[in-house]
């Protein structure tokens, strides 16, 4: 991700906006003194949020990008990025039946751009799509893969203990909805929702060569909950 502002500089000829330097690291707290601190990395298409409470790990929101999503000239054209969260979600989408897609279906209309956004602090969506108890066994399998794909991208342990968590307390619940077009280079959106996360899909900027992706933790994003966890448990903050 970080590379494709060397594509989008030959592109535009802007070294001031394509710079693959311009990523930045910033810290909250002292990781030496603190039982609770945090970091993040940022930059274009990139923003990683962790917060650490006694060794205690949460990692989200987690954004990723890709523009453009496939590279269209050059020496490295046919290139792509986040090509397997878009390649699964369409194999996940094309293995429904006619009566599978008309639940996991929700609007014709694809969304301009993830519909969380910037904010802050997000609920769940509306419950639209189809549940993974509603599929089949080789459904499941391919909804799992990419599950986790998303997971793939935090520290493995952080993700099995993730995974772990949502297959025994609330996968069957977790939706998968669709919206758009359902072939490659027609714009789509897809999102994938449970009780404690959100992930959101889009391609439709550029021609559908531009990817964003999102996780969101209802409860834990910037570390919500073991902030709450901290104050509440915390000696220092009981005294105060």
Do not use: C
């Not at 789509?188 to 959101?200: A, D, N, P, T, V």
């Not at 391609?203 to 104050?231: A, L, P």
Request: glycine content about 6%; aromatic content about 12%.
């Amino acid at each position: 991700m970080i590379d494709l502002e060397n594509i989008l500089l030959e592109i535009s000829g802007d070294s001031i906006q394509r710079n693959p330097e311009m990523y930045s690291v910033a810290f909250y707290g002292n990781s030496e003194k603190d039982s609770l601190w945090a970091f993040s990395f940022e930059g274009h298409y990139i923003s990683l949020n962790f917060t650490i409470h006694n060794g205690k790990v949460e990692i989200a929101p987690l954004f990723l990008g890709a523009s453009p999503a496939r590279i269209l000239s050059g020496p490295r054209e046919g290139e792509r990025t986040l090509q397997k969260e878009e390649d699964l979600g369409f194999e996940l989408i094309n293995s429904l039946s006619e009566e599978q897609k008309k639940v996991a279906l929700f609007q014709e209309k694809s969304f301009f751009d993830i519909v969380t956004g910037k904010s802050t602090e997000v609920k769940p969506l509306s419950p639209v799509g189809i549940m993974y108890a509603q599929l089949t066994k080789n459904q499941q399998l391919i909804f799992l893969k990419l599950l986790d794909e998303y997971l793939s991208t935090i520290p493995p342990k952080q993700a099995e203990k993730r995974s772990n968590k949502i297959k025994s307390q609330e996968i069957n619940e977790v939706r998968f909805g669709w919206a758009r077009a359902t072939a490659l280079g027609k714009g789509q959106y897809y999102r994938i929702q449970g009780k404690s996360f959100l992930i959101e899909f889009d391609n439709v900027q550029d021609k559908s060569n531009h990817i964003h992706t999102v996780w969101r933790d209802f409860d834990g994003d910037f570390g919500r909950y073991i902030i709450k966890e901290h104050y509440k448990n915390s000696d220092h903050h009981k005294h105060e």
